[in-house]
């Protein structure tokens, strides 16, 4: 049997367990439950309480009941559609067991005459009669019968009992695993070990019992797995060693000195965080965090000036190209002329896109910018020495790591992200890298006005953008999905921009995900050189570029998106000086819950507040569309509900680092709960 300390038992085949064939295998593969231990969070969701008998006179027509019969005689009727029948009885009466679609051999087998046998079910009443029909729980045993049984959401083909077997065959064959926790943590949960977790996790009676040690404990186990294996990350990250870099910074202040406008303290800091990474003899794995518009940029372009004035090249990747390009002119303006600058652009022609490889493997160019093209194959560098990725909260632990391997030994890595994320959630999704966070603003900015319309009161806005346009300011006005499908997105930015080109003619101008890029930056450049006042989009704006002078923008549907999302639409607008104002508007009055929503972003520009807020009303998972971006997802844990138990791994995490604790007594944990790639070179 089985290896009791072996937490490998857990990990092997579903067809390791009794009574489990590649039928039932298959079946909870579809559901992505591989091996034993994926079958321990598939939780009851309530239960039968077949434990207590009663006698037949005594039974209650219609609710499930336990009786122990002997049964006394079969009818096996030849004609078509008519059930099988065993009539029973006990000293009180009877009752017949009726089966439909059954075999004679089938109910002779499990209810054979004179024997006792306790069935439990649904009791009906027919024709003056006690009846049960189809009982499935039958057995001579009647200890098997009188338990509590719990129901599943149940696998296509796969039925209760045979769930609730299983489920008690791995409950009892459970491995005896060596605590990995310390005592103080531990105590936290009253000592509750792992096994016995577990196993109060099924107990029927538990349902729902969250606050309960045995759940805390599980859920923690969760939580702090992923934090270590981050953390882990981290540590194999920084031991990589590489040639420092030796900052100029004279050069650098004098690039800071001619720019229009002053660094706020924090760039300087996040800039002296970077820079102390950039000459230090360990590789960099860093991210840059802060607020849409907080001028994450600039610092990073400042990084990258200094990487090259040490010797080193510099990529620089973007989600879109209109973001890549947007980066690559506003560095050439601010580097002037003093380093070889380029763009690797879907659109390059062959013969340009070949002399920027050559140039790049000559070091002939010192910062290319590019999407995620610059990191294929045939892209290769001379001395690349910092690769920064911009706006790629999406990636995952997985996809970061593969990037800083790919760089090579001496290039730092340095992402960014717009995106505030609740502070619950920075280890579980970033804790494999250093974070630098800015926090304050340009103090130039003002509060974006928000208000709220109904779709019929578009004449009120109408109005309104007529004002702004004739103080020459201009307007985004976002459509966004309205459906699942790309279709209709594009169709009613269509009708919208027909809509306004007849109000405002000349004025507008209309992208989607279907203008092709040559004109999509076309159209960009009128609108930074004022050419036309009104941008229709559909949400394809929403990442990253800068237009200082749009200080209105227009959500349609607002309803469709969370409020970090919301948050970062606005963040298009409120760039400059002036003052800006964002309209949400809405197909119909808003319910109670969607106002306390929405009011949270009239009342509020932080975006950190207003994750948290975000996630507190829609729950981890759906906000920022993390659900789609391979992050995991936690089995028990709750983010919102456990945020306690985040901070507490966090800390205990700290605390090992610092320590410099010895990370083999949780090799079984990382094992069962984290079976990425990338514990098989830590654990
Ligand atoms: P984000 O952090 O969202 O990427 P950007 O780097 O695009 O923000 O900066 C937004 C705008 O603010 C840009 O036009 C940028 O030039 C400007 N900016 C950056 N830093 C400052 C500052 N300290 N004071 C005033 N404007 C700034
Ligand atoms: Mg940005």
Same mark, same amino acid.
């Given at each position: 049997m089985t290896n009791k300390s072996n937490y490998e038992y857990l990990l092997s /085949? +579903?067809?390791? +367990? &009794?009574?489990?064939g590649t039928k039932t295998t298959t079946l909870l593969k579809k559901k992505k439950i591989n091996n034993i231990f994926d079958l321990l969070w598939k939780l009851p969701k309530s239960y039968t309480d077949r434990s207590h008998s009663v006698k037949i006179q005594n039974l209650k027509i219609g609710e499930n009941q336990t009786i122990t019969i002997i049964p006394q005689k079969y009818s096996f009727p030849r004609i078509r559609n008519l059930p099988n029948k065993v009539t029973c009885s006990d000293e009180t009466g009877e009752i017949d067991c009726i089966f439909f679609n059954s075999y004679e051999g089938y109910v002779r087998k499990i209810l054979p005459l004179g024997k006792e046998i306790t069935v439990s079910g649904k009791i009906g009443f027919f024709r003056k009669k006690y009846q049960l029909t189809n009982?499935?729980?039958?057995? *001579? /045993?009647s200890l098997l019968i009188k338990q509590k049984h719990n129901t599943y959401s149940l696998t296509e083909g796969i039925s209760e009992k045979i769930y609730n077997k299983i489920i008690n065959q791995i409950i009892t064959n459970l491995p005896l695993l060596h605590e990995w926790h310390s005592k103080n943590i531990l105590n936290k949960f009253g000592n509750v070990k792992w096994n016995e977790a577990i196993i109060e996790l099924h107990k029927? *009676?538990?349902?729902? &019992?969250? &606050?309960k040690n045995f759940y805390q404990r599980l859920a923690f186990d969760e939580i702090f797995s992923t934090f270590l294996v981050n953390s882990e990350i981290r540590k194999k990250i920084k031991k990589i060693k590489k040639e420092g870099k030796s900052i100029d910074y004279t050069k650098q202040n004098n690039i800071i000195k001619n720019l229009k406008f002053s660094l706020t303290n924090d760039q300087k800091k996040t800039l002296e965080e970077i820079n102390l990474d950039l000459s230090s003899t360990n590789k960099m794995f860093r991210l840059l965090q802060g607020d849409v518009g907080s001028g994450k940029t600039i610092v990073s372009l400042l990084a990258a000036y200094n990487t090259v004035n040490s010797g080193f090249q510099v990529a620089v990747m973007a989600p879109t190209e209109i973001l890549a390009r947007q980066h690559y002119n506003f560095t050439r303006k601010i580097f002037s002329n003093q380093m070889n600058i380029e763009l690797i652009s879907g659109k390059s022609e062959y013969k340009t896109k070949k002399e920027i490889l050559k140039k790049l493997a000559k070091n002939e160019i010192n910062i290319i910018f590019g999407? !995620?093209? #610059?990191?294929? &194959?045939k892209v290769s560098f001379k001395n690349l020495g910092l690769i920064i990725i911009d706006e790629? !909260?999406?990636?995952?632990v997985n996809q970061r790591k593969l990037l800083s391997d790919k760089g090579g030994k001496n290039c730092d890595v340095l992402l960014m992200t717009a995106t505030p994320i609740p502070r619950t959630l920075t280890m579980t999704l970033y804790g494999d890298m250093d974070l630098s966070i800015i926090k304050e603003k340009p103090k130039s900015r003002k509060p974006i006005k928000t208000y709220s319309k109904l779709e019929s009161k578009i004449e009120d806005v109408i109005k309104f953008i007529k004002k702004e346009i004739k103080l020459g300011n201009q307007i985004f006005w976002v459509c966004p999905l309205i459906e699942e499908s790309k279709k209709l997105d594009h169709s009613s930015a269509v009708k919208k921009f027909e809509y306004l080109k007849k109000i405002f003619p000349n004025q507008v101008s209309l992208l989607h995900g279907k203008t092709d890029l040559e004109d999509k930056e076309i159209i960009l450049d009128k609108f930074l050189k004022k050419e036309f006042q009104i941008l229709v989009s559909?949400? #394809?704006? *929403?990442?990253g570029i800068d237009f200082p002078n749009a200080n209105v923008i227009i959500i349609e549907n607002a309803n469709k998106f969370g409020l970090s999302q919301l948050h970062q639409l606005r963040g298009r607008v409120g760039r400059g000086d002036k003052d800006s104002t964002c309209i949400l508007m809405f197909k119909s009055n808003l319910s109670e819950n969607a106002k306390k929503r929405i009011n949270i972003l009239k009342e509020s520009n932080d975006g950190f507040y207003i994750s948290e807020e975000d996630m507190k009303i829609r729950g981890f998972g759906d906000i920022l569309g993390f659900k789609q971006s391979g992050i995991k997802n936690f089995k028990l844990a709750d983010p919102v509900q456990n945020s306690d138990l985040f901070l507490l791994a966090e800390k205990e995490i700290k605390r090992i680092e610092l320590n410099n604790e010895d990370i083999k007594k949780f090799k079984p944990l990382i094992k069962l709960y984290d079976r990425a790639d990338i514990i098989n070179d830590i654990a």
């Open positions: /085949d +579903l067809t390791k +367990l &009794k009574g489990v009982p499935k729980y039958i057995s *001579e /045993d029927p *009676e538990n349902i729902g &019992k969250y &606050k999407t !995620h093209a #610059i990191f294929q &194959k790629q !909260h999406k990636f995952g559909t949400t #394809i704006i *929403e990442v």
